[in-house]
């Protein structure tokens, strides 16, 4: 009886630790949320950690006072070519690098993994000009490819993953019915390897919709600002208005969080056997 | 091993073709013209408009204090960083090794942090440590841990902390997720076997954890470095590496170089250095990787 009332109380203990450490790292989050609806003014002091009120008013404001929708669609447009993109090409190239041994693959997976470690910062520079000759400066096409590019050596390593569980007996039976080595991988791969299909949709989704880095360096007109550079620049204002600020992050924040608690399970199994594995 | 396949060797040529296309396009080529570009006298993009100057840029940039200072703030913020989120990372997979009710609830409120846009994460930061009215001195200062408001992000000592803060709440799920998934791999028989031969849960940490999370924390805490050394977004959108250079690492300081005070080829001399710094540690982080799969 006493060693397991002593082992309940342990249990209990860090039970409690947990959910106040769970409070904490959630605050940020809580914080945001609550400054976007909150009644008084931004400017009084002490900040109400409890709101004082509900109001959706800087939702209304910064969608009537400044660019935001547009950037919205813009951010829409980038995000949803750059999963289209990634997942095409990755799909083809994971089942490639799962399925042959060779040395064109062997290749392409040093060129996958190398290209994965660059500095961003030192690639910006000439692609600065390299976008200006191909004319894909200033554009949301171009954009979208140079996004697809950073996110595609992920995308084909979680592929392949999903890809390397699926038994290659199940495509060769399929190839004795008589289909062509890419019909069995586009009818029977492809089917099972679903959930793999879908975090990649997703993550590359997500990567494309929160990017910033690129879109501050390759996109110069406002009308073709995504939401990342948009919101940032408000920073700069004067009379910034932290609650319309607050608003903006949290419709900034609702499609990446959606796209990834869908795919949360997958993502972290996918990841850590990665990571564990190597 | 998969059986390798009939018919024609060039199907996975056509299908890599796209991919091998894209990354030279964007990424290795940009590299290359980088490299290029470092041994050149230029403020305009194009090296071919520019001057052939041998290694003149890599000798200033030795002599560039700017430049030491960036590295010194590359180390600090890499240390300071890759602890923070270890630790934190460490801390968290331990809390959720345990069974309790509500643990997958809660272990997606720890991930949370890794879910928020990096841009917007910066945005609520640098709101919650506003100097007037932040909630963060508001609650420092009612706990007594700071006696009066600091203006965070305007002084050169407290940025770097800052965003170091703000990089371990960012970055510690990645670590947290890689940890548990290391945690769950070593086998209950040797703590059983070491609470049989009397160890409390100390020692069971010392003599069993650790141990086995040997070779994960080795992939993990290099692959953290080489995030911190390449990461861009999160310090340019908080700080843009000031105020007075104090959170201006390698990679902050190559991007104001060429997109500020356009110098071209000085700014590539700077990621040529960043790059030569990544590729050995990229180098320790494959050979490490290896080992752990040998292992």
């Known amino acids: 009886m006493n060693p397991s009332y002593k082992e309940k109380i342990v249990s209990a203990f860090w039970f409690i630790v947990t959910l106040v450490l769970a409070a904490i790292v959630f605050f940020p989050y809580y914080w945001m949320f609550v400054s976007s609806v909150e009644t008084e003014s931004m400017f009084s002091w002490p900040p109400h950690l409890v709101p004082s009120g509900f109001t959706l008013e800087s ?96 995308a084909i390593w979680l592929l392949k993953g999903f890809f ?66 948009g919101l940032t620049s408000f920073r700069g204002e004067y009379t910034l208005d932290w609650s319309q600020m607050m608003a903006a992050a949290v419709i900034f924040t609702i499609p990446a969080l959606i796209f990834f608690l869908f795919v949360q399970r997958y993502l972290v199994a996918g990841l850590s056997a990665g990571a564990v594995k190597g | 091993m998969l059986s390798t396949i009939k018919r024609s060797n060039l199907l996975p040529l056509w299908l890599l073709g796209p991919v091998g296309v894209l990354l030279i396009l964007i990424l290795i080529w940009p590299i290359l013209q980088g490299i290029a570009l470092s041994f050149y006298n230029t403020r305009i993009l194009t090296y071919s408009e520019g001057r052939f100057i041998g290694l003149a840029n890599f000798n200033a940039l030795f002599q560039d204090e700017y430049f030491w200072n960036s590295l010194r703030v590359t180390a600090t913020y890499g240390i300071a960083s890759v602890t923070a989120t270890y630790a934190l990372g460490l801390g968290f997979a331990l809390l959720l090794n345990r069974e309790f009710a509500g643990r997958g609830v809660i272990r997606t409120i720890f991930i949370l942090p890794w879910a928020i846009p990096e841009v917007v994460a910066v945005l609520i ?76 849960p100390v020692s069971r940490f010392i003599h069993v954890t650790l141990p086995g999370l040997r070779s994960v924390n080795i992939i993990l805490i290099l692959l953290l470095t080489l995030n911190s050394f390449r990461r861009v977004t999160m310090i340019y959108a908080m700080t843009r590496g000031g105020p007075a250079r104090s959170t201006e690492t390698l990679s902050i300081l190559t991007y104001n170089t060429a997109f500020e005070y356009q110098r071209i080829g000085y700014a590539a001399a700077v990621g040529t250095t960043l790059l030569i710094i990544l590729l050995f540690f990229s180098v320790v982080y494959f050979w490490a990787t290896k080992q752990g799969k040998d292992a």
């Open chain 1, 59 to 154: 939702y209304w404001t910064i969608f009537e006072e400044r660019a935001i929708g547009r950037w919205f669609i813009n951010t829409v447009i980038v995000a949803g070519s750059t999963s289209l993109f990634s997942t095409i090409i990755a799909i083809n190239a994971a089942y490639a690098l799962s399925r042959f041994k060779t040395k064109t693959t062997s290749v392409f997976t040093v060129l996958i993994l190398f290209s994965q470690l660059l500095p961003a910062a030192l690639i910006v520079v000439p692609l600065f000009v390299i976008f200006q000759q191909l004319g894909l400066y200033n554009s949301l096409f171009g954009l979208a490819i140079a996004d697809t590019a950073f996110i595609l050596p992920v």
């Open chain 1, 164 to 229: 390397d569980q699926i038994p290659v007996e199940i495509e060769q039976q399929a190839m004795i019915d008589g289909c062509t080595q890419l019909g069995a991988f586009y009818r029977v791969v492809l089917p099972l390897a679903l959930p793999g299909l879908v975090v990649v949709v997703a993550m590359s989704f997500i990567s494309g919709w929160d990017e910033f880095f690129l879109a501050r360096t390759l996109i110069a007109s406002q009308d073709n600002w995504v939401l990342s550079v």
């Open chain 2, 125 to 200: 930061f640098v709101w919650m440590l506003d100097p007037q009215f932040g909630v963060l001195n508001y609650l420092f200062t009612s706990l007594g841990l700071i006696s009066e408001p600091l203006p965070w992000l305007s002084q050169s000592h407290l940025a770097l902390p800052a965003l170091v803060a703000l990089t371990a709440w960012q970055q510690f799920p990645l670590a947290m997720l890689i940890i548990l998934a290391g945690l769950q791999m070593i086998p209950r028989e040797q703590y059983e076997a070491a609470t049989i031969d009397g160890a409390g």
